[in-house]
C-alpha cells in the first residue's frame, strides 16, 4: 500500500531525501503520515516524525529535530521526509505509515546507513 524509497549509504554529515509513495490507486487524504525507523537489533520502531494531512502541522523527535524535514508532494500524493546533518546514530531502516482512527498502512522500509 505504501512503498519507501531513497535510502541508501552516506557518511556522517551527509544528506539523503526519502520518499513514500502509495501503490494500488490508494490516496490516503486525510490521513496523518508518519516516518518511524528501526534501529539495528531494536526491535521497537521509533517515531522520527508526522504530519497530519489536513493542515500540515507537523511534529518530530528531539533526536532529529531541526535535522530532518518532513514534507508532501501534492501531485504524488507523496510523504518526504528530508534528512540532513546524518550521524550514525542515525542508522535504521526507516518506514512510514498512513494512519486515520484505528487503521494504519506500512510499507516495507528503506534501508538508511551513515558510516562515521
Known amino acids: 500500500q505504501l512503498v519507501e524509497s531513497g535510502g541508501g549509504l552516506v557518511e556522517s554529515g551527509g544528506s539523503l531525501r526519502l520518499s513514500c509513495t502509495p501503490s494500488g490507486g490508494r490516496t490516503f487524504v486525510n490521513y496523518e503520515r508518519a516516518w518511524l525507523r528501526r534501529a539495528p537489533g531494536k526491535v521497537e520502531r521509533e517515531f522520527v516524525a508526522?504530519?497530519?494531512?489536513?493542515?500540515?502541522?507537523?511534529c518530530y523527535a528531539s533526536s532529529v529535530k531541526g535535522r530532518f524535514t518532513i514534507s508532501r508532494d501534492n501531485d504524488k500524493n507523496a510523504v518526504n521526509l528530508q534528512m540532513d546533518g546524518l550521524k550514525p546514530g542515525d542508522t535504521a531502516v526507516y518506514y512510514c505509515?498512513?494512519?486515520?482512527?484505528?487503521?494504519?498502512?506500512w510499507g516495507r522500509g528503506t534501508q538508511v546507513t551513515v558510516s562515521s
Open positions: 505509515d498512513a494512519n486515520r482512527g484505528d487503521t494504519t498502512f
Open positions: 508526522t504530519m497530519n494531512w489536513d493542515d500540515d502541522d507537523t
